[in-house]
């Protein structure tokens, strides 16, 4: 799994330089828990994109797709070469997600703030339906600042669904800066437990505790729940790490080859 | 005429849906009672989700029910389905052609005491923008019904919009309702009267006081705005020769707008739109708003009159300084 998380930063380096734009800071630091989830936690299938029985994954950050695009393809939903097209006219890899263009993507986001309502929706479908199935969501840090969050926030665990799972990507970055200058958000725990969540704190970068961390969701019963993971922005990539100006913006062909040379020994 | 209220009749037509369909779902923003959700609550509570005054989560919820297989009524006043939730509808609703209804009560300035702020005066021109988006403006409580089971089986995202008041029951229960077909209500040769809404009766009353004037007025209920039935359109301005649209809308972004659009790129016909002038409403007694706002049978008369001159002096711009 580092090995697969590794190759989906290297990946994210290369989609988001071919393209000449895209969002690497935020993708790389989710690159652990998007690896997890798509190769040890979701109950999913590429073969069958539409299986009723799956598990729902809604990338709430929409704008760090190079990365969901990544995994998605090393998982076999479509041609790893495709990931190249990201951003191209007529390309199925849109700069933000666009559900019905490309299979695996449950549904179109980009405008932040609003993937864990749609999480709410497909939990209640999954509870209407007595499946057992669960829904994922990632949320970047800085997109809590959006009030919608909180009203989903409060919604989720007024119906007890404890079929949602929520990563928050804590990179602590945001476009302006440090989450906690531009408007902050601490104490982060205390507010989601304050509406009422199952609050994990963990290691974002630590792929066997994010693990760890969705069975302990699993486990808890009557509550929604959040895994708050502290990562780094940019992790993997020397001169993007804590950098916000990679947070919407690729690195030239000469940073380039130090990216990935610095992906050739990184984990 | 008899009066009745198509919040009412979506109420009643939402719980027959739900008995013989349990993909049904509704949801509602602490409006049940007035936007008769609750008639679909009572009987099927484990389908309805009370989301409370969290309008921007209703619409997100209802993308993922919609997104997992579920047919979605959403509903509470127009002012806030469609301004406060306008960028939940167009990222999670429209532009993944998720199957929502957002059923809108509360329309127009016959709202009447609450004011300005709950009067929606510009919601069909916010949804008629968005791509994906059907808009219907159903005429009467009857339609109301017919409306609402018709885009219950109509795959795609669809903005419904109704009343606060009893409207005057114009259509037959059992006239047929296709959404994206106009119905013509009167025939007549000298002008075409387009409504929308309970502007639709008041263009039946329009075309009776026309008639003592010597005026056969004709009279076409546009139901659905978008898509625009643009061959009933045609097929009647092609013999009136002159368009009025009556709407209770701003002038902005509605009705007039989408036959204007449409006979302005295709046909030269005069035309004169009756809707609000571009201004917020105020409180007041519905019938007072309606004459203060120039939305009576009066103001439509008015407004054929000037169609009709235009029409036969052949006038260039009527607009002076």
Redesign the interface.
């Known amino acids: 799994m580092k090995e697969k998380a590794r190759l989906v930063r290297r990946h994210i380096v290369e989609m988001t330089c071919a393209a000449g734009s895209g969002h690497p800071g935020g993708s790389l630091s989710s690159a652990e828990i998007l690896t997890a989830l798509y190769f040890r936690v979701l109950k999913h299938d590429p073969k069958r994109p539409d299986w009723e029985g799956r598990d729902r994954f809604v990338l709430s950050k929409g704008h760090v797709a190079p990365a969901l695009y990544a995994v998605l393809a090393e998982a076999g939903y479509f041609p790893t070469e495709e990931l190249l097209t990201l951003r191209e006219l007529g390309s199925r890899l849109q700069g933000h997600p666009s559900k019905g263009k490309l299979p695996g993507i449950e549904m179109s986001t980009g405008s932040l703030g609003q993937g864990i309502s749609v999480s709410n929706g497909m939990a209640l479908a999954a509870r209407l339906d007595s499946s057992d199935h669960r829904i994922y969501c990632l949320c970047g840090d800085g997109e809590l600042q959006s009030g919608q969050n909180w009203e989903a926030a409060m919604f989720a665990s007024h119906y007890g669904l404890d079929n949602i799972t929520v990563f928050v990507d804590r990179n602590r970055l945001q476009i302006m800066g440090d989450t906690e200058d531009v408007l902050s958000l601490e104490p982060l725990e205390e507010k989601w437990t304050g509406f009422g969540w199952n609050v994990i704190v963990i290691d974002g970068h630590d792929l066997e505790r994010i693990i760890e961390a969705c069975e302990e969701a699993r486990r808890c019963k009557g509550r929604p729940t959040v895994i708050i993971a502290n990562t780094v922005k940019g992790r993997g990539v020397s001169f993007m790490e804590n950098n916000p100006d990679f947070h919407g913006k690729c690195c030239s062909e000469e940073q380039k080859d130090l990216a990935m040379s610095d992906l050739e020994g990184c984990l | 005429m008899k009066k009745a209220s198509q919040r009412s009749f979506f109420g009643k037509a939402l719980a027959e849906l739900g008995e013989a369909d349990e993909s049904i779902?509704a949801l509602d923003a602490d409006l049940g009672s007035s936007t008769k959700t609750s008639d679909f609550a009572k009987v099927f509570p484990?389908?309805f989700?009370q989301?409370?005054i969290?309008e921007?989560?209703?619409?997100?919820?209802?993308?993922?029910?919609?997104?997992?297989?579920?047919t979605?009524f959403a509903s509470t006043f127009a002012v806030f389905a469609t301004g406060r939730c306008w960028?939940?509808i167009?990222?999670?609703i429209a532009?993944?052609?998720l199957n929502v209804k957002i059923a809108a009560t509360h329309c127009g300035i016959s709202v009447g005491g609450d004011g300005a702020s709950h009067q929606a005066l510009e919601d069909v021109a916010l949804m008629r923008a968005m791509p994906n988006m059907t808009v219907i403006c159903p005429a009467d409580a009857n339609e109301a019904y017919k409306a609402t089971i018709a885009v219950a089986s109509m795959p795609g995202p669809c903005y419904i919009r109704m009343g606060r008041a009893d409207f005057p029951l114009i259509t037959d229960e059992d006239a047929p309702f296709e959404v994206g077909k106009a119905s013509i209500l009167r025939k007549g040769k000298d002008v075409t009267l387009v409504g929308s809404g309970q502007m639709v009766s008041l263009c039946l009353e329009a075309a009776e006081m026309l008639k003592e004037e010597g005026v056969a007025a004709e009279v076409l209920n546009m139901a659905t705005v978008k898509p625009l039935d643009a061959e009933a359109l045609i097929e009647s301005v092609e013999r009136t020769r002159c368009v009025v649209t009556a709407e209770e809308h701003s002038v902005i972004g509605g009705l007039g707008s989408a036959v204007a659009e449409f006979l302005g790129e295709n046909g030269n016909q005069p035309m004169v739109r009756v809707g609000v002038r571009d201004s917020f409403g105020e409180s007041g007694d519905p019938e007072e708003l309606m004459v203060k706002y120039g939305l009576t049978k009066e103001d439509i008369v008015h407004a054929a009159r000037k169609a009709i001159a235009r029409k036969q002096k052949k006038k260039g711009f009527l607009w002076r300084k």
Do not use: I
């Open positions: 779902v484990d389908r989700f989301c409370g969290a921007q989560n209703m619409m997100g919820t209802a993308a993922g029910l919609a997104a997992a297989g579920k979605v960028d939940q167009r990222q999670s532009y993944p052609q």
